[in-house]
């Protein structure tokens, strides 16, 4: 199976920062790689799959890049909406996986 | 907007069954592969069973393999997850995603509300 570890676990910032979010596979994954946001009491919300291709409807200030092992997962300046749990997931192959979660919380 | 409806949980004992369904009004419903994910209490995302649109192909957690099948009818537009042996383990809110045209390659971007399954004595 293939292990996905995020890091930070919690992340504290401020509205206007620069966020970043590391997820790392256990194995090459190539770009099959989607991040997803979740608020309490929410279901997820998915918005980035291939690494780095926007979701739809998805704001423009979310990024995603990396390949391989490595990828990040950028907020460009955090607006008070973005304060939420970010997951990675991996779908190069099955199982399918989950990183075990960034909480982004208010400094 | 694609919506998903998911229901079906509830309290049962170790060792009970249940059914979950998720619903899909609106959706091109056997276009696409169908996941269910779940979350336990205070835990991250873990991934369940995903079932092809046809239902040729399906894949299991090892966690649920043997207790859980996943099953869909394209008519109703609806895929349903038979939970069976649960264990408290099992206790989780559980959600239906709809993901890609193949099941290779799968992320999900459409997801359920989540319905909650409390396995307890």
């Known amino acids: 199976d293939i292990q996905m570890t995020q890091s930070p676990s919690t992340l504290s910032a401020s509205v206007g920062d620069r966020v970043t979010i590391t997820c790392r596979a256990s194995q090459s994954i190539s770009t099959w790689l989607a991040w997803y946001q979740q608020k309490p009491g929410k279901a997820p919300k998915l918005l980035i799959y291939k690494a780095s291709s926007l979701g739809s409807g998805v704001p423009s200030r979310f990024s995603g890049s990396g390949s391989g092992t490595e990828f990040t997962l950028t907020i460009s300046s955090l607006q008070p909406d973005d304060f939420a749990t970010y997951s990675c997931?991996?779908?190069?192959?099955?199982?399918?996986?989950f990183g075990g979660g960034t909480k982004v919380e208010i400094k | 907007e694609v919506q998903l409806v998911d229901s079906g949980g509830g309290l049962v004992q170790p060792g009970g069954s249940l059914r979950l369904s998720c619903a899909a009004p609106?959706?091109?419903?056997?276009?696409?592969?169908m996941t269910w994910v779940r979350q336990a209490p205070g835990k991250g995302l873990e991934w369940v069973s995903t079932l092809t649109s046809n239902s040729a192909g399906s894949y299991y957690a090892d966690s649920v393999k043997g207790r859980f099948t996943i099953s869909r009818d394209n008519s109703k537009n609806t895929l349903y997850l038979q939970m069976n042996s649960l264990r408290a383990e099992d206790t989780a809110i559980y959600y239906c995603?709809?993901?890609?045209?193949?099941?290779?390659?799968?992320?999900?971007?459409?997801w359920g509300k989540g319905t909650t399954v409390t396995v307890s004595s």
């Open positions: 995603a709809k993901g890609t045209m193949a099941a290779s390659h799968n992320y999900m971007d459409v």
């Open positions: 997931q991996q779908y190069n192959s099955y199982p399918l996986t």
């Open positions: 609106g959706l091109t419903f056997n276009n696409y592969v």
